[in-house]
């Protein structure tokens, strides 16, 4: 994108802590770039239908070129591809999905439909291993843990 361009944001449910994380963590370093213009957010409530839509009205009222898309699943995402295809817009827009666990997101990938979809794998059981080991030991607990994550993306499919 070279840090410039339209790009539509697609949340999933207001007020959950998922939302939250996703939005927050995605925007801290995308509004380190004021000529990256945020088209949204747009609810879609992870679902792939609505994600569909979303992008279906997006595209039709938003005619200068979209150059990523960024959905808090992957459900969500494979709807916004669904209408990008559909509208013949697809080719040299990023799509961000979220989850990394359908077979479905795997093709997405290898077929370039999709940029990226980062996975939790074990959806915080490192964080939750070592915070029991440090209650255990009588240590006071770290104020953040971050566990590592596996960005899903058509270079590193073998390793999915």
């Not at 938003?62 to 669904?82: R, S, T, W």
Request: hydrophobic share 40%; with cysteine.
């Amino acid at each position: 994108m070279n840090y410039e361009g339209n790009w539509v944001h697609i949340e999933g449910q207001p007020g959950s802590l998922v939302n939250k994380q996703r939005a927050d963590g995605f925007l801290e370093i995308v509004n380190q770039y004021p000529k990256m213009k945020r088209i949204g957010p747009f609810i879609a409530n992870y679902l792939r239908h609505e994600g569909l839509r979303v992008m279906e009205d997006v595209l039709q009222s938003h005619k200068e070129p979209i150059k990523m898309v960024y959905c808090h699943n992957d459900d969500m995402a494979l709807g916004a591809i669904q209408a990008l295809k559909e509208a013949k817009r697809l080719q040299g827009t990023l799509v961000i999905g979220n989850n990394a666990l359908m077979e479905e997101v795997r093709v997405a990938l290898q077929n370039g439909e999709m940029y990226m979809s980062p996975r939790w794998p074990t959806f915080g059981k490192e964080a939750a291993t070592i915070a029991c080991d440090y209650l255990l030991q009588g240590k006071p607990l770290p104020q953040k843990y971050f566990a590592p994550i596996y960005l899903a993306m058509k270079e590193n499919l073998d390793k999915w």
